[in-house]
């Protein structure tokens, strides 16, 4: 069973940057592809970054493309989301995610992740 805790939310006004983490625990980290999703108030889930086991190859929703970085230390079983530049529609619950699969490849979908984190609260005020 892989825990998943993300820290690093807060209020920023909006230009302004912030990084998330999240700590795993449990199973082999470095073959789980990770990612992060953001649920805003009314909205569904969606995709916000992925990267693959090895940390080679990255993914990014159009939205953020640019603005936020996902980076991994297989070391420290983290994965990061540094997000700067943010943006007043940035404003969400941030996820990460663990995808077991393994392989050098990253995952987009919701459906493909078995174990999330609780959330972490961003808010980029106007």
């Known amino acids: 069973q892989v825990q998943l805790v993300e820290s690093g939310g807060g209020l920023v006004q909006a230009g302004g940057s912030l990084s998330l983490s999240c700590a795993a625990s449990?199973?082999?980290?470095?073959?789980?592809?990770m990612g992060w999703f953001r649920q805003a108030p009314g909205k569904e889930r969606e995709f916000v970054a992925a990267i693959s086991g090895s940390g080679g190859l990255t993914r990014y929703a159009d939205s953020v493309k640019g603005r936020f970085t996902i980076s991994r230390d297989n070391a420290k079983n983290t994965v990061y989301l540094q997000m700067n530049s943010l943006k007043p529609e940035d404003t969400a619950v941030y996820y990460c995610?663990?995808?077991?699969?393994?392989?050098?490849?990253?995952?987009?979908?919701?459906?493909?992740?078995?174990?999330w984190g609780q959330g972490t609260q961003v808010t980029a005020s106007s």
């Open positions: 449990g199973g082999i980290f470095r073959t789980y592809r």
């Open positions: 995610a663990a995808d077991p699969r393994g392989g050098n490849w990253y995952s987009t979908s919701e459906g493909q992740y078995d174990y």
